[in-house]
């Protein structure tokens, strides 16, 4: 099958994980005789750098004639004193708003091999299979009015606006999604919110309430986000998908990298708008970048997910994933995951390059 895929490595490690997964996507094509294209492009602080812009009109041309955009990560500490509308996070808000993605799937899973190396405790994690469906492109994102008075500030006031936002519409659309994941998964549903404080998530909760006759097989309960965080951490295998808004999933699916031990291995899919955006879950992280200890496999997983949900590979989505875990049962580690690993760490390219001879193996040429 043809594949024209968008590269958007961006800053910080996102250029060292991104080139891990476009080498995998690529053995994928070779092995399988596939047509995969790749084209590179600027998002980020060294769009910034190179255009002035976060998003250059080329980046968002590019990514619009393609059938899926692989991202890396944006954000550089020499922009922190941009207000949010120049940075290079600013990059990532636009090009997401422009492919319409509104549904961003976070799967977090324990893998066996890694048991050791989350600070929660073996029989915690074993078993633990997340999807997090997390609304993109609306809540406090994206609301208006927003805006900070900054020079007021100066003199001792200041005030600052954001606003969370959302309609029935955005809502119907990402729970479908969520409900319908959940009908081919363990059909258990569990819709965050903060419905006891805010209007926003008496609507969000209204909503899900209301199309659950729809999919009288799926289980839907409801957790307020305050103690759905502790839920998370105490029993992670009594969730299946879980439905937020846009900045609780944020949060949420960062504290779920806890179960595996990193924030490296969780991939992420934004799917339902023109063209679906790939990007792991975790940012640039400056502190260790150019050091070669990043883990790319958050990346790689993540190009599996460009295989099942835009080219309809799912046996080769799964060649990936199996590959991935068999590097780790060989115990094969990134720094991030070497807690209770005795052996020597790998390097972010020695990890993909693993990943690549594990998936040669398997894969029947
Ligand atoms: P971060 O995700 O970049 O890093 C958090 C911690 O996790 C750091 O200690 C980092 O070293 C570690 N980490 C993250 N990914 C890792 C990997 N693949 N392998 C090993 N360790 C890894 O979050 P942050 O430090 O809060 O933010 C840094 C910058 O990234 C900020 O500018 C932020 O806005 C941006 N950011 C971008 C995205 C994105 O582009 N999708 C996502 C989150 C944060
Ligand atoms: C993420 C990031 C982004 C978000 C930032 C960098 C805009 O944290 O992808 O999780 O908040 O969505
Ligand atoms: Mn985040």
Redesign the pocket.
């Known amino acids: 099958m043809k594949l024209k895929i968008a590269v958007l490595a961006?800053?910080?490690?996102?250029p060292e994980?991104t080139r891990e997964a476009t080498q995998i996507l690529k053995a994928v094509a070779e092995f399988g005789n596939h047509e995969f294209t790749f084209t590179e492009a600027l998002i980020?602080g060294v769009a910034i750098t190179a255009n002035g812009t976060p998003l250059p009109q080329t980046t968002i041309d590019t990514c619009l004639e393609s059938d899926a955009v692989l991202?890396?990560?944006?954000?550089?500490?020499k922009f922190n004193h941009l207000t949010p509308d120049k940075r290079?996070?600013a990059g990532?808000l636009q090009i997401r708003q422009e492919l319409g993605g509104f549904a961003n799937l976070r799967p977090s899973v324990a893998y066996p091999a890694l048991a050791e190396n989350s600070p929660l405790r073996p029989e915690v994690t074993k078993g633990a299979d997340i999807l997090f469906v997390r609304e993109l492109l609306g809540g406090l994102y994206f609301g208006q009015p927003r805006w900070w008075n900054k020079e007021e500030g100066a003199n001792g006031g200041g005030e600052a606006i954001n606003t969370m936002r959302y309609t029935r519409d955005e809502v119907v659309r990402v729970a479908r999604v969520a409900f319908e994941l959940a009908q081919k998964r363990r059909k258990k549903l569990t819709s965050v919110d903060k419905a006891n404080v805010l209007e926003c998530s008496q609507l969000w909760r209204a909503t899900v309430d209301s199309l659950k006759a729809d999919y009288p097989d799926v289980t839907v309960e409801h957790q307020l986000v305050d103690s759905m965080a502790m839920h998370l951490m105490n029993i992670p295998r009594n969730f299946d998908v879980v439905l937020t808004e846009n900045l609780f999933g944020d949060i949420l699916s960062?504290e779920s990298g806890v179960i595996t031990g990193?924030?490296?291995m969780l991939p992420s899919a934004t799917i339902g708008g023109k063209v679906n955006l790939y990007?792991?879950?975790?940012?640039?992280?400056?502190?260790?970048a150019g050091t070669g200890?990043?883990?790319?496999l958050?990346?790689i997983l993540t190009a599996a997910m460009v295989l099942r949900h835009s080219g309809g590979l799912e046996q080769e989505a799964q060649a990936i994933e199996v590959a991935v875990a068999k590097v780790l049962e060989a115990g094969h580690r990134?720094?991030?995951i070497s807690r209770g690993n005795t052996a020597a760490n790998v390097t972010t390219q020695q990890m993909g390059k693993l990943v690549h001879q594990a998936l040669a193996e398997s894969i029947d040429r």
């Open positions: 961006g800053d910080g490690i996102g994980v980020g991202l890396g990560a944006v954000g550089d500490n290079p996070e990532l960062d990193s924030l490296g990007e792991p879950v975790h940012g640039s992280a400056p502190d260790i200890k990043a883990n790319p958050g990346a990134t720094a991030d």
